[in-house]
């Protein structure tokens, strides 16, 4: 009876996989349902989000500064974010799908299922696909690439005697939907371009000329149209978006550590980046030029703190960029609390399970995705959003771990663990996140929660200077927000919660003084305005309102 069940499961695969689409759908949709109405989540300022809707709105005139794909992906929908998100979440769903079907393929029906499951259970997949970011695509587009190359690598090849059999006109077939499905992946995440060449290359070793170029030629064709309208609206030869050299220059300069940092004259956000770069490029030389100096004068540094990125490509911490996945996890209550699987489980298990098998050589051309990308990121700087396509492939390979496990294979996944795990001292932006949170609380005017988590951040921030002039700055201008708004009861406790977080700004003390004679508190109001006095002697508004009181 038991073989009669494996042998009906091997022939309906797609059974299992129809409950394991629902399965890994509701979990998502958990995510979603808990967290799309999250304030820090919507567009707003000059967020990543907000660049991603108004271009896809209103579209350029320039060359794409970032990557294509998932502006067009949010036309679809007419920019109707919840439809979006939703969108998001069934092709998040469809990854799982092709996880487990890739895991099956190579190393059987029990790591399908494992594979699965951890791709269900890996939290910050579910949370980046709920986020209007580029990242929500990339679990389903590379999941969707390495099932279709699983695919043509593990068919067998008809007659090469023969012209063209139709087992090796199916094999071509399935290495031209790889190509496409890798053209769009690139599209949506340009630095994995490094991948492509080498994979053709492996292609022509493993299955001859026809493949590789019927592979190579299938890649290009979605990215023509956006290199030609590149072209069109700028005369610039831009493949597919202008960021790289900027990129490139964040990850290789002397101030570089190997993650996100701010470029002097250049403002921190797309739209500041996209107006900047030029200007600054047009004054100082190319990104490119600079960085490659940099690295032909310091060569030693260069290689360590590439090394450095690649490391960091591995390691467990949330590098946040935009959004601190660990504050979500840890400050916001949502599903995502649940779902624990991650990078700490997810590379010991992947890279032990890929070098076990690497031996196949049609299963090593396909793992050469994983160093190829890691290289990719590391070249440029290291974000968790970024290395996100990684997650995937080790899900996949994290399933070969449980078919006929070995005690010198968990050996090896502690060992990796160790090096995965292994604290750098790296911050994971929760408390920026915090502040982020704090600053909205102000400008909604609700001071006393803000004031609660400011007293919480304050535990956990490396940087409280910042966190209390951000804070100070947000409560000082609701104030003045309120004043004009006629609610000057409220004004006055905006105004002392700044001065509390700075008391070194003497026009917060002017402004409850102005405030405390308002509503005829005469002695309090003198004594206020004597304190700014005593920060700024030569105050003309203390003394004009102390003169007012009739205080001398």
Same mark, same amino acid.
């Given at each position: 009876?038991?073989?009669?069940?494996?042998?009906?499961?091997?022939?309906?695969?797609?059974?299992?996989?129809?409950?394991?689409?629902?399965?890994?759908?509701?979990?998502?949709?958990?995510?979603?349902?808990?967290?799309?109405?999250?304030?820090?989540?919507?567009?707003?300022?000059?967020?990543?989000?907000?660049?991603?809707?108004?271009?896809?709105?209103?579209?350029?005139?320039?060359?794409?500064?970032?990557?294509?794909?998932?502006?067009?992906?949010?036309?679809?929908?007419?920019?109707?974010?919840?439809?979006?998100?939703?969108?998001?979440?069934? @092709?998040? &769903?469809?990854?799982? *799908? !092709?996880?487990?079907?890739? #895991?099956?393929? =190579?190393?059987?029906?029990? /790591?399908?299922? +494992?594979?699965?499951?951890?791709?269900?259970?890996?939290?910050?997949?579910?949370?980046?696909?709920?986020?209007?970011?580029?990242?929500?695509?990339?679990?389903?587009?590379?999941?969707?690439?390495?099932?279709?190359?699983?695919?043509?690598?593990?068919?067998?090849?008809?007659?090469?005697?023969?012209?063209?059999?139709?087992?090796?006109?199916?094999?071509?077939?399935?290495?031209?939907?790889?190509? @496409?499905? &890798?053209?769009?992946? *690139? !599209?949506?995440?340009?630095? #994995?371009?490094? =991948?492509?060449?080498?994979? /053709?290359?492996? +292609?022509?070793?493993?299955?001859?000329?026809?493949?590789?170029?019927?592979?190579?030629?299938?890649?290009?064709?979605?990215?023509?149209?956006?290199?030609i309208r590149n072209y069109v609206v700028s005369h610039q030869l831009v493949m597919i978006a202008s960021h790289g050299g900027l990129n490139f220059y964040i990850g290789n300069n002397p101030e570089a550590d190997g993650t996100y940092h701010h470029v002097p004259g250049i403002r921190p956000t797309? &739209?500041?980046?996209?107006?900047?770069?030029?200007?600054?490029?047009?004054?100082?030389?190319?990104?490119?030029?600079?960085?490659?100096?940099?690295?032909?004068?310091?060569?030693?540094?260069?290689?360590?703190?590439?090394?450095?990125?690649?490391?960091?490509?591995?390691?467990?911490?949330?590098?946040?960029?935009?959004?601190?996945?660990?504050?979500?996890?840890?400050?916001?209550?949502?599903?995502?609390?649940?779902?624990?699987?991650?990078?700490?489980?997810?590379?010991?298990?992947?890279?032990?399970?890929?070098?076990?098998?690497?031996?196949?050589?049609?299963?090593?051309?396909?793992?050469?995705?994983?160093?190829?990308?890691?290289?990719?990121?590391?070249?440029?700087?290291?974000?968790?959003?970024?290395?996100?396509?990684?997650?995937?492939?080790?899900?996949?390979?994290?399933?070969?771990?449980?078919?006929?496990?070995?005690?010198?294979?968990?050996?090896?996944?502690?060992?990796?663990?160790?090096?995965?795990?292994?604290?750098?001292?790296?911050?994971?932006?929760?408390?920026?996140e915090r502040t982020n949170l704090i600053v909205y609380l102000i400008d909604e005017h609700r001071f006393d929660e803000a004031q609660q988590w400011i007293g919480d951040t304050e535990r956990i921030t490396r940087d409280p200077d910042t966190l209390h002039a951000r804070s100070a700055l947000e409560?000082?201008?609701?104030?003045?927000?309120?004043?004009?708004?006629?609610?000057?009861?409220?004004?006055?406790?905006?105004?002392?919660?700044?001065?509390?977080?700075?008391?070194?700004?003497?026009?917060?003390?002017l402004n409850i003084a102005v405030l405390e004679a308002q509503r005829g508190d005469t002695m309090s109001a003198q004594e206020h305005a004597r304190a700014a006095l005593r920060l700024r002697p030569d105050y003309p508004q203390a003394l004009g309102l102390l003169r007012a009181l009739g205080a001398?």
């Amino acid at each position: 009876m038991k073989n009669k069940q494996s042998n009906a499961a091997r022939r309906h695969p797609w059974r299992r996989a129809f409950f394991i689409f629902l399965a890994a759908l509701a979990v998502k949709a958990s995510v979603l349902y808990a967290l799309h109405d999250h304030p820090l989540l919507q567009p707003r300022g000059d967020m990543d989000t907000s660049v991603y809707v108004a271009l896809a709105q209103h579209g350029t005139d320039q060359p794409f500064f970032v990557s294509p794909l998932y502006l067009y992906f949010l036309r679809i929908f007419g920019v109707d974010l919840f439809a979006a998100r939703v969108a998001q979440i069934i @092709l998040g &769903a469809v990854a799982v *799908v !092709l996880t487990f079907d890739s #895991a099956r393929i =190579w190393f059987g029906d029990r /790591a399908a299922i +494992i594979s699965a499951v951890l791709a269900m259970l890996t939290g910050v997949i579910s949370f980046y696909e709920i986020t209007i970011l580029q990242a929500a695509l990339d679990p389903f587009l590379i999941a969707a690439t390495l099932w279709l190359l699983t695919r043509a690598l593990t068919l067998k090849m008809g007659d090469r005697q023969s012209c063209l059999s139709g087992q090796t006109r199916l094999s071509v077939l399935h290495f031209a939907a790889t190509g @496409l499905a &890798a053209g769009l992946f *690139v !599209l949506n995440r340009p630095n #994995a371009l490094l =991948w492509i060449p080498v994979l /053709a290359l492996s +292609i022509l070793w493993l299955r001859g000329w026809r493949s590789a170029i019927v592979l190579s030629v299938a890649f290009i064709v979605p990215i023509v149209p956006v290199t030609i309208r590149n072209y069109v609206v700028s005369h610039q030869l831009v493949m597919i978006a202008s960021h790289g050299g900027l990129n490139f220059y964040i990850g290789n300069n002397p101030e570089a550590d190997g993650t996100y940092h701010h470029v002097p004259g250049i403002r921190p956000t797309i &739209a500041g980046q996209e107006e900047d770069a030029p200007r600054v490029e047009a004054k100082e030389g190319s990104f490119y030029r600079r960085a490659f100096e940099w690295i032909r004068e310091n060569p030693i540094t260069a290689v360590r703190l590439f090394l450095r990125k690649i490391a960091y490509t591995f390691n467990q911490t949330d590098l946040a960029l935009n959004y601190s996945y660990s504050f979500f996890t840890k400050d916001v209550s949502s599903p995502l609390k649940f779902l624990i699987v991650g990078p700490w489980l997810l590379f010991p298990l992947g890279l032990v399970g890929t070098a076990i098998h690497l031996r196949r050589r049609d299963f090593a051309v396909w793992a050469l995705f994983i160093p190829m990308y890691a290289l990719s990121v590391a070249l440029f700087f290291v974000s968790s959003r970024y290395r996100l396509p990684l997650l995937v492939p080790m899900c996949i390979a994290s399933g070969a771990m449980f078919v006929k496990p070995r005690i010198s294979r968990w050996i090896a996944g502690a060992a990796v663990a160790i090096l995965v795990c292994w604290n750098f001292g790296l911050d994971d932006g929760r408390a920026h996140e915090r502040t982020n949170l704090i600053v909205y609380l102000i400008d909604e005017h609700r001071f006393d929660e803000a004031q609660q988590w400011i007293g919480d951040t304050e535990r956990i921030t490396r940087d409280p200077d910042t966190l209390h002039a951000r804070s100070a700055l947000e409560f000082k201008q609701a104030g003045v927000d309120l004043i004009q708004a006629s609610q000057p009861q409220q004004a006055l406790a905006a105004f002392q919660a700044a001065h509390n977080l700075d008391p070194t700004d003497a026009s917060n003390l002017l402004n409850i003084a102005v405030l405390e004679a308002q509503r005829g508190d005469t002695m309090s109001a003198q004594e206020h305005a004597r304190a700014a006095l005593r920060l700024r002697p030569d105050y003309p508004q203390a003394l004009g309102l102390l003169r007012a009181l009739g205080a001398h």
